[in-house]
């Protein structure tokens, strides 16, 4: 234990004869030295995202509560089924590939019910429209046929009493004038006044009734077959309707069989509506109900990267920026995009009380072998900083969280906070702690510094006055 003790002691000495020989050599030439100079950069962002589809489908269960009826029973189909069938998770498919099936056969006797109604109704549309069609007729038939033949029939009635009554009439002026003679006698001149005056009566009588049958018959018998008409027209307009409701019905059912197999509406990757708030898990033999999602399918040839940018730089971030991408399931490969839009809305990360907003940046061409989810990078060309104070990325460094460069100030160094702003593959934008034209360590590794209570001649902090402060020339504005 005493050796060891005393090889600790000889190692610590050794240790610190060690820095405090190299504490006197100029810090300059003990370590890589670099200007702070002023540069044109070109920044780039990155920002960590992952893959999702710009289009993805919602796939959902289209059954309708439905219901028919034939010779007064009534059949129902209550808008849900059961999953017969499903695509296995994860499937590329092609448009119209079949990615379920559910149970059809309640929908398939409403089908056959309603074929049922549909002939019933077509059948009844036809009598309809036969009917219609013999009351048209029959109302040509009386006006063009039978209404002249009666008007012609009392016509000829009027005609032939007119002429009886004229020949009693030439009779009657005849016997007169023969009984003025002594010829005939008185009773045969009363024979032919009655014989004239009957005949008048019945020539008043035929063209009374011609009249009445003008005036009130044939109008009366024309009304009520045009009457007929219309009713029929009525009838004829209710099946019409009544096929055409039927029909509508007839291809709503026709759609609910055909919705009870599922076919993709483009191509993409099958995902699983899983809704594990409520403990659904989508597989087969589950009852599904109108309206639920089944399947999530992102359309695999247009694919984008959602990437979570920090609120600092969103102001700079516009539509239609460079992207280069890297995905993390294609080493090696870079991919090329560009940002399609930036999130509206925050979104909150309570762990470091730091807010994102989601960049949504769209990749040029088809890639073969992007998924949804795959988590990528994304590098963002942001716009040029002209004239900036800048240092290489590789003398900033990090102590006990602050971000610091090793100042040279005559022979010993002093280690200066800054602050940072835009980074390039090489160069760090400054905005405060530094000059234009100091010299600071390139390559500072902390632990080779000793602490300012073990050197003091070694690392100085910097001091507080407002001399370490850049001027404002100095000060690259963000």
Same mark, same amino acid.
């Given at each position: 234990?005493?050796?060891?003790?005393?090889?600790?002691?000889?190692?610590?000495?050794?240790?610190?004869?060690?820095?405090?020989?190299?504490?006197?050599?100029?810090?300059?030439?003990?370590?890589?030295?670099?200007?702070?100079?002023?540069?044109?950069?070109?920044?780039?962002?990155?920002?960590?995202?992952?893959?999702?589809?710009?289009?993805?489908?919602?796939?959902?269960?289209?059954?309708?509560?439905?219901?028919?009826?034939?010779?007064?029973?009534?059949?129902?189909?209550?808008?849900?089924?059961?999953?017969?069938?499903?695509?296995?998770?994860?499937?590329?498919?092609?448009?119209?590939?079949?990615?379920?099936?559910?149970?059809?056969?309640?929908?398939?006797?409403?089908?056959?019910?309603?074929?049922?109604?549909?002939?019933?109704?077509?059948?009844?549309?036809?009598?309809?429209?036969?009917?219609?069609?013999?009351?048209?007729?029959?109302?040509?038939?009386?006006?063009?046929?039978?209404?002249?033949?009666?008007?012609?029939?009392?016509?000829?009635?009027?005609?032939?009493?007119?002429?009886?009554?004229?020949?009693?009439?030439?009779?009657?002026?005849?016997?007169?004038?023969?009984?003025?003679?002594?010829?005939?006698?008185?009773?045969?001149?009363?024979?032919?006044?009655?014989?004239?005056?009957?005949?008048?009566?019945?020539?008043?009588?035929?063209?009374?009734?011609?009249?009445?049958?003008?005036?009130?018959?044939?109008?009366?018998?024309?009304?009520?077959?045009?009457?007929?008409?219309?009713?029929?027209?009525?009838?004829?307009?209710?099946?019409?309707?009544?096929?055409?409701?039927?029909?509508?019905?007839?291809?709503?059912?026709?759609?609910?069989?055909?919705?009870?197999?599922?076919?993709?509406?483009?191509?993409?990757?099958?995902?699983?509506?899983?809704? %594990?708030?409520?403990?659904? +898990?989508? #597989?087969?033999?589950?009852?599904? !109900? /109108? =309206?639920?999602?089944?399947?999530?399918? *992102? @359309?695999?040839?247009?694919?984008?990267?959602?990437?979570?940018?920090?609120?600092?730089?969103?102001?700079?971030?516009?539509?239609?920026?460079?992207?280069?991408?890297?995905?993390?399931?294609?080493?090696?490969?870079?991919?090329?995009?560009?940002?399609?839009?930036?999130?509206?809305?925050?979104?909150?990360?309570?762990?470091?009380?730091?807010?994102?907003?989601?960049?949504?940046?769209?990749?040029?061409?088809?890639?073969?072998?992007?998924?949804?989810?795959?988590?990528?990078?994304?590098?963002?060309?942001?716009?040029?900083?002209?004239?900036?104070?800048?240092?290489?990325?590789?003398?900033?460094?990090?102590?006990?969280?602050?971000?610091?460069?090793?100042?040279?100030?005559?022979?010993?160094?002093?280690?200066?906070?800054?602050?940072?702003? %835009?980074?390039?593959?090489? +160069?760090? #934008?400054?905005?405060?702690?530094? !000059? /234009? =034209?100091?010299?600071?360590?390139?390559? *500072? @590794?902390?632990?080779?510094?000793?602490?300012?209570?073990?050197?003091?001649?070694?690392?100085?902090?910097?001091?507080?006055?407002?001399?370490?402060?850049?001027?404002?020339?100095?000060?690259?504005?963000?």
């Amino acid at each position: 234990m005493i050796l060891s003790l005393s090889l600790a002691v000889m190692g610590g000495l050794g240790w610190y004869a060690k820095n405090r020989a190299q504490a006197r050599v100029p810090a300059r030439d003990r370590f890589p030295i670099t200007a702070v100079r002023r540069a044109d950069l070109r920044p780039t962002l990155k920002a960590g995202g992952q893959l999702e589809s710009a289009k993805r489908t919602i796939i959902e269960c289209r059954l309708e509560n439905f219901s028919a009826g034939v010779q007064g029973q009534k059949l129902y189909a209550g808008g849900s089924s059961v999953l017969l069938q499903i695509i296995p998770e994860g499937t590329v498919v092609k448009k119209g590939d079949v990615l379920a099936i559910l149970d059809s056969s309640d929908y398939q006797e409403l089908l056959r019910v309603q074929r049922i109604n549909m002939q019933r109704a077509e059948a009844d549309k036809l009598q309809a429209d036969l009917d219609h069609e013999i009351a048209r007729l029959a109302l040509a038939e009386y006006r063009d046929g039978t209404l002249k033949e009666q008007e012609e029939d009392y016509r000829r009635r009027v005609t032939l009493a007119q002429a009886d009554l004229n020949q009693a009439r030439e009779r009657l002026a005849w016997s007169r004038s023969m009984k003025a003679k002594g010829y005939v006698s008185t009773s045969v001149v009363s024979t032919d006044e009655y014989t004239a005056a009957e005949l008048e009566l019945k020539l008043q009588q035929e063209e009374g009734a011609f009249e009445v049958f003008r005036k009130y018959t044939a109008s009366r018998t024309l009304r009520a077959l045009e009457g007929d008409i219309i009713a029929a027209r009525t009838t004829l307009d209710y099946q019409t309707l009544r096929v055409d409701r039927h029909r509508d019905r007839l291809k709503i059912l026709e759609e609910q069989v055909a919705n009870c197999t599922i076919r993709a509406p483009h191509d993409g990757y099958v995902v699983y509506a899983h809704d %594990r708030r409520h403990d659904i +898990l989508i #597989e087969e033999g589950m009852p599904v !109900r /109108e =309206g639920q999602d089944l399947i999530y399918l *992102p @359309d695999l040839n247009d694919m984008e990267v959602v990437a979570m940018l920090n609120e600092s730089i969103v102001p700079e971030v516009r539509p239609g920026m460079k992207v280069n991408i890297q995905v993390e399931g294609l080493p090696g490969r870079v991919l090329h995009g560009r940002v399609r839009k930036v999130g509206q809305i925050a979104i909150s990360n309570w762990r470091t009380d730091v807010n994102y907003y989601e960049g949504f940046v769209s990749i040029e061409g088809v890639e073969p072998g992007l998924r949804p989810g795959m988590s990528s990078q994304v590098e963002i060309d942001l716009p040029l900083r002209d004239d900036v104070l800048a240092v290489p990325s590789e003398s900033v460094v990090n102590n006990e969280g602050q971000d610091v460069c090793y100042v040279v100030r005559g022979d010993d160094l002093e280690r200066r906070p800054v602050k940072l702003g %835009r980074v390039t593959h090489n +160069l760090t #934008e400054v905005t405060a702690g530094l !000059r /234009e =034209g100091e010299q600071i360590v390139l390559d *500072p @590794d902390p632990e080779e510094f000793l602490d300012e209570s073990e050197a003091p001649s070694a690392v100085v902090s910097a001091p507080s006055d407002s001399a370490s402060e850049p001027g404002p020339r100095d000060v690259a504005t963000r």
